[in-house]
């Protein structure tokens, strides 16, 4: 009988419910706490320089900075490399190599960011100031190279959030590569493509999954907390320099949030945690957009799936 | 019961096809004007045909002519596809199954389905043909459940291949064991009606024929109703056979006479091989 | 040269380049792993897994508190999670069309992209600051609440993999079709399921952010749920930020146990999975 069916809809339907309630209740939690800090300072709080908790000065300026800065150079860096590998595994990669290679990846992306921030202290930041000590003077006239050397800064940040996005990038853009249909490269094979010709082809015809791809992995750069709050040097000022040790929105709230005296403090910081919630949100939407988008047209729903799974984990 | 004809003959074995007017068997599915929807499209237009009890009988039909799709309206196996539409009634014993209230949990219980491509589930040869025993709660007891299970093997015509491994995978076993299993485990709810789409497709001749013979057995205590697309096959088994055409009933007859001298011509053209 | 060597030596240069980047990528890896085990492995005795943190300043101690603390977490974090999760998924396997199934399928997506630290947040908004206190449960919470998306989208996947005619075949038997889902769809999926919540709590255990201000850390060993406790994560974090050195070896062998549970979850899985799929392919 149906209704002997409703049951099940209504009770798994139920516990979707539930997963949709916690998102909706984090952004309204997240707004409810953060209105002292929305209210006194409006706009101009994103647009002030100065964060300074004890004098009461809360310019949340250098933060986004901070988070963009090295979200996007980490992601210049990274995209390129994750995007090789992902095309070197697909395309080049002798069968025998394959799963180990991607065993590889995969446990570069399940290693905790803990650990690769008390790498990033005791090995990484050292060799990033014996690199900066060792840097010609020619090029630190360069505003990118400004600053005494002290190995912890956005330079290290920048390195190691692009090793953590490498992973992780790299394994969805296989995904979306693997739902390119074969007859795309046999296609170009057939009119006498070199290699490189007709992954390109592939390539053009995945471009919107693998921008999609890259956006995720920036999505991740955004919110990464430990690793980087152990290598970034926590200093809120605003700099080009890669040597100046700076401040991301979620540095910040790791480091000051159990230290936070008093409720505007405490709003302020957690009005920095609505906006990284806000912008993480609309660039995961949009590069899952850009990927079922890709996925959709070939109408292979099982891809899509496949590839949000990875996604997923 | 004189075979006054032996009607027809397959390349391995002869099985000999009762001459009894049909009339004198009662209906037991009583289709009237069957019509089914996809959406707009209309997969089955205005369908009647009365199925007859204890005979097997096939429908034939060049590849999407309908007749899968019908077969699934007599257990309402169309209901779990969404955006489709029944018109029309279908008789089963006095209740029309498309009514309302009517248990659609019990109706497949009593009209039992093998399909085209086995689907043992991934559990053990036992647990495979209890399962319906078990969720119809139709034993009482462990040994009353093995009783089960034994003789829909041996209806099956499995139970001594299968015997001495009752708890191995019902994965391991061949492509036609697996099909066998899937009709031991329909026999095992004891339904009337046995509906079995192109059971022997996906076989190899030996395991077609001993299908093939297994329905011929099954008929004393069943009625089946068989899809197929293989003419040879519906000579060789079947008392009735139904003609579709791009979803409608062309013809429908005794089987001998549906092969040498149908009614339309039509039914003719596609039995002589000038279409298929 | 002509266009067809020039097209050939481009695709070699390609090639070539593809390469390196698998190799910039490892290089990395090989590092990390490299430092963990040689720097850890001197710290890692029983007395680690056995005792609890000494005075700051004392030598010796270990973080036995930490590792309970961090089996509770994710246990417990499992109990909320693992149910949510799974029949979400089998919602959205099921109703797969449905407006439900895509919102609940954009909301998994999307609180798996929620920073972890933003998770913190919100967990020490509903249950931190009404009870004024850090305790286990809030950072049960908050870990369950991060393994809920994996899990369902995991069930989803695998799910959706069981062939379609598994379940006519169990309907046509009479089963309705929540018994179809629980007792043939779920038990074919299930080592897959069993794998994804395994690599979830792997996932998880190495979770720092969202602890920071839920369940706080202790230096006592504690498992009451109304009480801040110690995490092998946080552990690491105080110990790797503090200016001791002995602290500084304890955050290696710290660090080494957790990517050895990494490591044992990743190689389960793939052991696991290339099970699954030689008893599907039958």
Redesign the interface.
């Given at each position: 009988m149906r209704s002997r069916d409703w049951g099940l809809r209504i009770g798994t339907g139920l516990f979707g419910l539930v997963l949709i309630a916690i998102v909706a209740a984090i952004g309204l939690e997240l707004s409810r706490q953060s209105t002292l800090s929305i209210q006194k300072f409006g706009i101009d709080f994103w647009r002030t320089q100065t964060w300074d908790p004890v004098a009461g000065e809360f310019g949340a300026f250098p933060f986004i900075w901070g988070t963009l800065y090295s979200s996007i150079l980490a992601l210049a860096l990274a995209a390129p490399i994750a995007v090789g590998i992902a095309i070197f595994i697909s395309e080049f990669c002798p069968t025998w190599l394959k799963q180990p290679l991607i065993f590889l990846t995969e446990l570069l992306a399940a290693i905790p960011s803990i650990v690769y921030g008390l790498w990033g202290i005791f090995v990484l930041v050292p060799a990033v100031r014996a690199l900066e000590v060792s840097m010609p003077a020619t090029l630190r006239q360069l505003p990118f190279f400004s600053g005494p050397p002290l190995g912890v800064g956005m330079l290290s940040a920048v390195l190691i959030l692009a090793i953590m996005i490498i992973p992780f990038t790299s394994s969805v853009s296989r995904e979306v590569l693997k739902a390119v249909p074969v007859a795309q490269r046999e296609a170009a094979y057939a009119l006498g493509a070199t290699r490189l010709e007709a992954i390109r082809a592939a390539l053009f015809y995945a471009r919107t999954g693998i921008v999609g791809a890259i956006m995720l992995g920036f999505g991740r750069a955004l919110g990464e907390t430990m690793a980087v709050t152990m290598v970034i040097g926590n200093n809120p000022q605003v700099s080009w320099s890669l040597f100046a040790p700076q401040y991301t929105m979620a540095a910040v709230i790791a480091n000051e949030f159990t230290e936070a005296a008093d409720d505007l403090y405490l709003h302020a910081l957690i009005e920095i945690g609505l906006v990284l919630f806000a912008i993480t949100l609309i660039v995961n939407s949009l590069s899952r957009l850009l990927i079922w988008s890709m996925a959709s047209t070939q109408r292979q729903s099982s891809a899509a799936v496949a590839i949000a799974g990875e996604a997923a984990a | 019961m004189e075979p006054d004809a032996v009607a027809v003959q397959s390349p391995l074995r002869v099985i000999p096809v009762e001459r009894q007017p049909l009339g004198d068997r009662p209906v037991k599915i009583d289709v009237a004007a069957l019509s089914f929807y996809y959406g707009n499209q209309c997969a089955l237009d205005h369908i009647s045909i009365q199925i007859r009890s204890n005979l097997v009988t096939a429908f034939i039909g060049p590849s999407g002519c309908g007749k899968s799709t019908f077969l699934r309206t007599l257990n309402r196996m169309n209901d779990i596809i969404p955006g489709t539409r029944v018109e029309g009634r279908v008789r089963i014993g006095d209740r029309d199954i498309y009514g309302q209230d009517v248990d659609v949990v019990a109706l497949r219980r009593q009209v039992g389905m093998v399909f085209q491509k086995s689907n043992p589930f991934p559990k053990s040869i036992f647990d495979n043909v209890a399962y319906g025993v078990r969720i119809n709660g139709l034993a009482r007891t462990q040994s009353q459940l093995r009783a089960a299970v034994e003789k829909s093997l041996r209806a099956a015509a499995l139970w001594e291949e299968v015997k001495d491994r009752l708890h191995d995978s019902a994965l391991a076993l061949s492509g036609g064991q697996q099909q066998r299993l899937c009709i031991a485990r329909a026999l095992a709810v004891e339904p009337d009606v046995l509906l079995m789409d192109e059971p022997a497709s996906a076989l190899d001749p030996i395991a077609t024929q001993r299908i093939e013979e297994l329905i011929y057995r099954l008929k004393a205590d069943y009625t089946i109703v068989l899809v197929t697309h293989n003419m040879q096959q519906a000579a060789r088994v079947s008392d009735v056979t139904a003609f579709f055409w791009l979803g409608r009933l062309i013809e429908t007859d005794r089987t001998e006479k549906m092969f040498t001298s149908p009614r339309e011509k039509l039914t003719e053209d596609y039995v002589t091989g000038r279409f298929g | 040269m002509n266009r067809t060597a020039r097209?050939?030596l481009?695709?070699a240069v390609?090639?070539g380049?593809?390469?390196?980047?698998?190799l910039?990528?490892?290089i990395?890896?090989a590092?990390?792993l490299f430092?963990?085990v040689s720097?850890g492995i001197s710290a890692l005795n029983i007395e680690f897994f056995t005792h609890m943190p000494t005075p700051v300043g004392e030598p010796g101690g270990g973080m036995a508190n930490a590792i309970v603390g961090t089996l509770i977490l994710i246990g417990l974090g499992a109990v909320i999670a693992v149910?949510?999760g799974i029949?979400?998924g089998?919602?959205?396997a099921?109703?797969s069309?449905s407006r439900?199934?895509g919102?609940?399928?954009?909301?998994?997506?999307?609180?798996?992209?929620?920073?972890?630290?933003?998770?913190?947040?919100?967990v020490?908004?509903?249950a931190v600051?009404p009870f004024q206190q850090f305790s286990t449960l809030a950072g049960c919470v908050a870990l369950g609440?991060m393994m809920?998306?994996?899990i369902?989208?995991?069930t989803?996947?695998l799910l959706?993999l069981v062939?379609a005619?598994?379940?006519?075949?169990?309907?046509?038997?009479?089963?309705?079709?929540?018994?179809a889902?629980f007792?043939?769809i779920m038990?074919?999926a299930l080592p897959g399921i069993v794998t994804?919540v395994v690599?979830a709590l792997?996932?998880i255990?190495?979770?720092?952010?969202p602890l920071?201000?839920t369940a706080?850390n202790n230096r006592f060993f504690s498992t009451r749920l109304d009480q801040p406790i110690a995490s092998l994560?946080v552990q690491?974090?105080t110990y790797?930020?503090s200016p001791y050195e002995d602290w500084?070896r304890q955050?290696?062998a710290g660090?080494l146990v957790?990517?050895t549970i990494?490591?044992l979850?990743?190689v389960l899985s793939?052991f696991a999975t290339r099970r699954l799929e030689r008893?599907?392919a039958?």
């Open positions: - | - | 097209r050939k481009l695709s390609f090639v380049a593809c390469t390196a980047c698998v910039v990528a490892l990395p890896l590092l990390i430092f963990v720097q149910p949510v029949l979400s089998v919602y959205m099921e109703y069309g439900l199934a919102a609940i399928r954009f909301a998994a997506d999307t609180l798996n992209g929620v920073p972890s630290i933003v998770i913190g947040i919100f020490y908004g509903i600051l609440t809920i998306p994996i369902a989208r995991t989803e996947e959706l062939p005619t598994m379940r006519e075949g169990a309907l046509a038997l009479g089963a309705t079709r929540a018994r889902v007792t043939v038990p074919a994804g690599l792997a996932r255990a190495g979770e720092t952010a920071l201000f706080f994560t690491v974090y790797a930020i500084h955050a290696w660090a957790l990517v990494v490591l979850c990743s793939r008893m599907h039958r």
